[in-house]
Nanobody
Framework: QVQLVESGGDLVQPGGSLRLSCAASGFAFSNYGMTWYRQTPGKGRDWVASLFIGGNTNYAASVKGRFTISRDNAGNTVYLQMNSLKPEDTAVYYC????????WGRGTQVTVSS
């Protein structure tokens, strides 16, 4: 059974940092590009960052230069390092494959507020 379990969200002040983790199981993790998405109340999920099999990365314009996506294939985990956080980064963050083929996890709440 495929599972995607996000963690690491917290309440943080503007300008702060967080590192999100997504533990994957039930599929051949190293064979898939992975992506982070985020969602705010009343809106759909927005793409944040992708890490492809070859190592290439893409970032949404709103997070480029502040967020870094990485992965640990041995640990079946994908990470999102978030620096210089802004209030508009407040959202529930989710991970999935690049083509979001698996069921969504519960996400992890990130709140940026003073």
């Amino acid at each position: 059974q495929v599972q995607l379990v996000e963690s690491g969200g917290d309440l943080v002040q503007p300008g702060g940092s967080l590192r999100l983790s997504c533990a994957a199981s039930g599929f051949a993790f190293s064979n898939y590009g992975m992506t982070w998405y985020r969602q705010t109340p009343g809106k759909g999920r927005d793409w944040v960052a992708s890490l492809f099999i070859g190592g290439n990365t893409n970032y949404a314009a709103s997070v480029k230069g502040r967020f870094t996506i990485s992965r640990d294939n041995a640990g079946n985990t994908v990470y999102l390092q978030m620096n210089s956080l802004k209030p508009e980064d407040t959202a529930v963050y989710y991970c999935n494959t690049v083509d979001h083929r698996f069921s969504w996890g519960r996400g992890t709440q990130v709140t940026v507020s003073s």
